[in-house]
T-cell receptor, first 116, second 114 residues
Framework: AQKVTQAQTEISVVEKEDVTLDCVYE???????LFWYKQPPSGELVFLIR??????QNEISGRYSWNFQKSTSSFNFTITASQVVDSAVYFC?????????????FGTGTSLTVIP | DVKVTQSSRYLVKRTGEKVFLECVQD?????MFWYRQDPGLGLRLIYF???????EKGDIPEGYSVSREKKERFSLILESASTNQTSMYLC?????????????FGPGTRLTVT
């Protein structure tokens, strides 16, 4: 079974629109970590955020915000006033504490296209 | 800044060739990882290492092996390349310690096996 599900395969928005990327995860652990990465067309994955399971506060960083809800096992990512430079594939990932070497489970990614 | 480098951005090999993909990180990270990325499948873990000379199989180790002789270097080996190993290969590293730290990725190697 998929531990991380990103149901949205592709999303297109017009520049300046807000967009939310969904991430649903599955774990039996009480302590775990969640991550978001951005993969622009150049190919290199860029780390965006890390959250632990005990910190449910929403986080905002400029135009980016993250909504973590343990009750629904979701860690959604919102881009406000999208820009063309936001066009990329975005990956959500889960890491469980018990795993050797801190393995990650990645979702299949959401490809975001921002149309000028 | 963390730097993870991979030996080649693009590589073309023939079926049956032995292929070496090299990865070097400069942040003294204990953990290193090899993934392959295919459209619609996301990132799949091939092998990882949490210490020198230590290795663990990931989800799809068949057809691959790895070597970690030095802390900063992690090599992925395709003993006899096949066309179904045509893919993007990504190396990553992370720190150990309290909490599961973010992985830092290299630029990737796009391997084509003909």
């Amino acid at each position: 079974a998929q531990k991380v599900t990103q149901a949205q395969t592709e999303i297109s928005v017009v520049e300046k629109e807000d967009v939310t990327l969904d991430c649903v995860y599955e774990t039996r652990d009480t302590t775990y970590y969640l991550f978001w990465y951005k993969q622009p067309p150049s190919g290199e994955l860029v780390f965006l955020i890390r959250r632990n399971s005990f910190d449910e506060q929403n986080e905002i960083s400029g135009r980016y915000s993250w909504n973590f809800q343990k009750s629904t096992s979701s860690f959604n990512f919102t881009i406000t006033a999208s820009q063309v430079v936001d066009s990329a594939v975005y990956f959500c990932a889960l890491s469980e504490v018990w795993t050797t070497g801190n393995q990650f489970y990645f979702g299949t990614g959401t490809s975001l296209t921002v149309i000028p | 800044d963390v730097k993870v480098t991979q030996s080649s951005r693009y590589l073309v090999k023939r079926t049956g060739e032995k292929v070496f993909l090299e990865c070097v990180q400069d942040m003294d990270h204990e953990n290193m990882f090899w993934y392959r990325q295919d459209p619609g499948l996301g990132l799949r873990l091939i092998y990882f290492s949490y210490d020198v000379k230590m290795k663990e199989k990931g989800d799809i180790p068949e057809g691959y092996s790895v070597s970690r002789e030095k802390k900063e270097r992690f090599s992925l080996i395709l003993e006899s390349a096949s066309t179904n190993q045509t893919s993007m290969y990504l190396c990553a590293s992370s720190s150990q310690g309290q909490g599961n730290y973010e992985q830092y990725f290299g630029p990737g190697t796009r391997l084509t096996v003909t």
